[in-house]
């Protein structure tokens, strides 16, 4: 089973998963279902994956990572920065259609795993908005050291107040503020933050 048809057997039980898990709702599909869709004995399954909540953890793996080549695709476009900055952001969000995965997310019960997704895209996103800021310093938009420690805190910050939706529109306001001011922006540059997080 290991080797390259092992890793093939994973990646579809991860697919088959994702499918479900967004048809029916995590909670709702269950371990057995996913096995018979992927006709394989219970002791594949087991052997790849030692619960469902570890095949949860390679669903959340797989989305981050189609979320980032979207994200490298919208840095690579010929766009204006502060787009581009938007536009990575929101390449990093979860799609419509993997709500019910991100509703699992947010469920007291998976706070470690909630916050372990939070890192992980933080980590995917910082070298890009680092590489964005980078060619708005080159365009006189920002003016900034320690890029990459910047892009980190406001990600962090922007994750902490708006991951639920106790936020007010003053704290939308500052957040827009101290993101200009740490990044040197003319005020008013990053006005469309506003859209992002209200959309």
């Not at 096995?35 to 394989?40: D, S």
Request: hydrophobic residues 40%; charged residues 25%; glycine residues 8%.
């Amino acid at each position: 089973m290991k080797g390259e048809k092992g890793e093939k057997r994973k990646q579809e039980l991860v697919s088959i998963a994702y499918r479900m898990f967004i048809q029916k709702g995590y909670k709702e599909t269950s371990i057995d279902e996913i096995i018979a869709e992927a006709h394989i004995a219970k002791g594949t399954y087991y052997y790849h994956f030692p619960s469902k909540d570890a095949l949860l953890e390679e669903v959340i793996g797989m989305m981050i990572n189609e979320e980032v080549q979207k994200a490298k695709e919208v840095l690579s476009a010929p766009i204006p920065v502060p787009q581009k900055m938007v536009g990575i952001i929101a390449a990093l969000r979860p799609g419509q259609e993997e709500s019910s995965i991100s509703d699992t997310l947010n469920r007291k019960e998976n706070i470690i795993m909630h916050e372990k997704v939070s890192e992980c895209i933080v980590e995917a996103a910082v070298p890009l908005l680092t590489e964005a800021v980078s060619e708005g310093i080159a365009q006189g938009i920002f003016s900034c050291d320690h890029i990459k420690e910047r892009v980190r805190m406001i990600l962090i910050l922007s994750q902490n107040v708006f991951d639920s939706d106790s936020f007010t529109e003053g704290d939308i306001e500052v957040f827009i503020d101290m993101t200009e001011k740490t990044l040197g922006a003319e005020p008013g540059t990053l006005g469309f933050i506003r859209q992002l997080i209200q959309g």
